[in-house]
């Protein structure tokens, strides 16, 4: 049970219910538990929602690969928020049902070796533990700006996964709108 109840639209002030709307515009998503929680901090929500979006839809890295990097991160730190949202959101763009549950250790069969490091990289980061020969073999596949890329994506959801599972915020499903739907 969630130790702060989400903070929902019809209670919210006219400054929080523009943030709502700006994560639809932003992430295409409806508000969900986490951000309606940290809505309570309005000067905090906004910024997580530009960030998260940047995040996500910007910079060099598939972003399959980044939700894989979301999902490994969700999974070590325990985190049934992160890794059940961003399960929706893999599935969504791989189309298909592929991952299984989050105690259990991630199918990587399928992936390609750059991928696999990437997992175990952020593996590694989430343990606050990146070896040496980890990075080497980083720098042998993967370009700087993606190495830096891949370092922020797997550090800001260990943050995320922090933050969800001090606060016990509860799992909830992603709703996700097309761009033409995001009208307040």
């Given amino acids: 049970m969630a130790r702060i109840e989400p903070l929902e639209s019809k209670d919210a002030p006219p400054a929080v219910r523009a943030l709502y709307s700006h994560l639809r515009q932003e992430l295409f998503i409806e508000p969900n538990n986490f ?5 309570y901090a309005p000067d905090l929500l906004g910024p ?6 940047v995040l996500l839809e910007e910079g060099s890295l598939d972003r399959r690969l980044k939700e894989w990097v979301i999902l490994q991160t969700g999974r070590l730190n325990h985190c049934d928020y992160v890794f059940e949202a961003h399960k929706q959101a893999l599935s969504r763009a791989i189309m298909s049902d592929v991952i299984g549950e989050r105690r259990q ?6 992936l390609d070796e750059s991928e696999k490091l990437a997992l175990r990289y952020a593996g590694q980061i989430t343990a606050n533990a ?15 700006e993606e190495i830096v890329e891949l370092t922020v994506l797997a550090s800001y959801y260990n943050f995320i996964c922090r933050a969800v599972n001090a606060l016990a915020i509860d799992t909830d499903q992603l709703t996700f709108l097309a761009p033409q739907e995001t009208g307040s």
């Fill in 105 to 110: 250790p991630l199918d990587t069969s399928f």
């Fill in 35 to 39: 951000f309606k929680t940290i809505a």
């Fill in 48 to 53: 997580l929602i530009s960030f998260s979006r």
């Fill in 130 to 144: 990146v070896e040496d020969a980890t990075f080497a073999e980083l720098e042998a596949a993967f370009t700087r």
